[in-house]
């Protein structure tokens, strides 16, 4: 997740008075993306699937959970 502005190529989105801007290509491979907010950061998950997990803790998921 970075700052960013966003372009022709993306798709923003509104969600309770925060943007979210997302390429509409990788949009596209790795629908739904949820992101969450746990008090510490933020966890996104996303529906890609990756052939391997977090290089730092082994999780096979779309986030990681370190």
Do not use: R
């Not at 933020?42 to 529906?47: K, Y």
């Amino acid at each position: 997740m970075v700052l960013d502005e966003p372009n022709e190529s993306d798709e923003e989105f509104k969600v309770n008075g925060f943007s979210f801007i997302a390429n509409k290509d990788f949009l596209a491979q790795a629908s739904p993306i949820k992101i969450d907010f746990n008090g510490f950061g933020f966890a996104i998950s996303s529906g890609m699937q990756m052939d391997s997990g977090c290089s730092s803790c082994g999780t096979d998921s779309g986030a990681c959970g370190c």
